[in-house]
């Protein structure tokens, strides 16, 4: 029976994402591993090979973390599977419950659910849905309570929560310690987000997570396979080639430091810092580059963490919503435009101009 008990944990394929899914790999496993229940970890993105997020299939029973509702949750057949399953187990605590846990503003395409109503409106799912946190690990902080997941794994994890915080609220000093090398919060993002093409992104991604389950010591974790310091050096030596050729094709239109890469002979991937130090005045960076899918780009946009806009109400994870099948916070947002909508680019430069 034990080889059918497996709780599933969905969680953003990054650093803030892989944090949550190891704090919440420890909770359920030491409340239910005694029941016989085993824990997969599944990164996910919006679209990936598998598809669309919201087409994709889920398993049940799980828990999505750092990332969007899925309709199943609103599906009364998806927990249809938990009344089959308590008949043939005895004691119905061993059952695990769902939970949708997040901090994105966009983390719900539904227009009639907000912060407030889920725990209403999706009664088979413990939610928590706050987009004033800065990331999953510490809204499990914040409201460890409600959610009655132990202050203890908490403590033992610290470390790791707080540079979730660095990392998701880009809370670094500098725009220069943003790419500091050295630093523990550069480094665990760096592993949790590499660009090299012969990396198998969700072994690498799954790895961490078991590492981090193990111990709480970030140092530990560097230190446990010779491959990380490689891929943190790799990674810094792809800096450089991204410095020079961002020079290329960054400008600066107003406040806004646009890098487009649509016409450019290179690409090395995306660095959403960059721009900051090529013009530190400006107080949005918009990045513009090939998608993998033909007909359209990807774009990135995000507010200048050490210049940032004063009194501005704009809200780029809505914006990116609404106008480019994104989304994201109010400081950062993505998406992407298809080929015949490239004049919405002007239209979001002058938005951010506004």
């Known amino acids: 029976m034990s080889k059918d008990l497996t709780y599933t944990i969905y969680s953003h394929s990054d650093a803030d994402g892989g944090i949550a899914a190891a704090l919440f790999s420890k909770y359920i496993h030491e409340k239910y591993a005694k029941f016989g229940w085993n824990i997969e970890i599944n990164p996910v993105n919006h679209v990936s090979s598998l598809g669309e997020w919201s087409l994709r299939e889920i398993k049940w029973p799980c828990a999505i973390l750092d990332f969007s509702l899925h309709p199943a949750f609103l599906n009364n057949k998806f927990f249809s599977t938990k009344q089959t399953l308590e008949k043939k187990l005895a004691n119905e605590k061993q059952i695990p419950e769902c939970y949708w846990i997040d ?13 407030k109503n889920t725990s209403e409106i999706i009664p088979n799912v413990i939610t928590k849905w706050d987009t004033q946190a800065i990331s999953t690990p510490g809204l499990l902080r914040t409201h460890h309570h409600e959610l009655s997941f132990p202050i203890k794994i908490l403590k033992e994890y610290e470390e790791f929560i707080d540079l979730a ?9 500098t725009s220069d310690a943003a790419h500091d090398y050295s630093s523990q919060a550069v480094k665990l993002q760096t592993l949790f987000s590499p660009s090299h093409s012969v990396i198998d992104k969700v072994a690498l991604y799954k790895k961490l997570v ?7 010591s970030v140092e530990e974790l560097f230190d446990s396979d010779y491959i990380y310091d490689a891929i943190i050096k790799n990674e810094e030596l792809l800096f450089y080639k991204q410095y020079r050729i961002y020079k290329k094709v960054t400008q600066q239109i107003s406040k806004v430091a646009y890098s487009n890469f649509l016409e450019a002979k290179e690409f090395s991937g995306m660095a959403r810092f960059l721009p900051y130090l090529l013009f530190p005045e400006s107080e949005y960076a918009l990045h513009v580059f090939p998608n993998y899918n033909k007909g359209s780009s990807s774009i990135s946009c995000g507010i200048n963490p050490w210049n940032k806009p004063k009194n501005s109400t704009k809200h780029l994870g809505n914006y990116f919503a609404q106008n480019f099948a994104g989304g994201g916070h109010a400081f ?7 080929e015949d909508e490239i004049y919405k680019l002007d239209k979001l430069i002058e938005y951010l101009n506004e």
């Not at 915080?165 to 000093?173: N, Q, R, S, W």
């Not at 078991?210 to 709480?216: E, G, L, M, W």
């Not at 950062?332 to 298809?338: F, I, M, P």
């Open 103 to 115: 901090h994105h503003p966009t983390g719900s395409s539904f227009p009639f659910l907000n912060e």
């Open 165 to 173: 915080e660095i990392i998701d609220g880009a809370l670094y000093v």
């Open 210 to 216: 078991r590492q981090i389950i193990k111990s709480p």
């Open 332 to 338: 950062v947002a993505g998406g992407r435009v298809l």
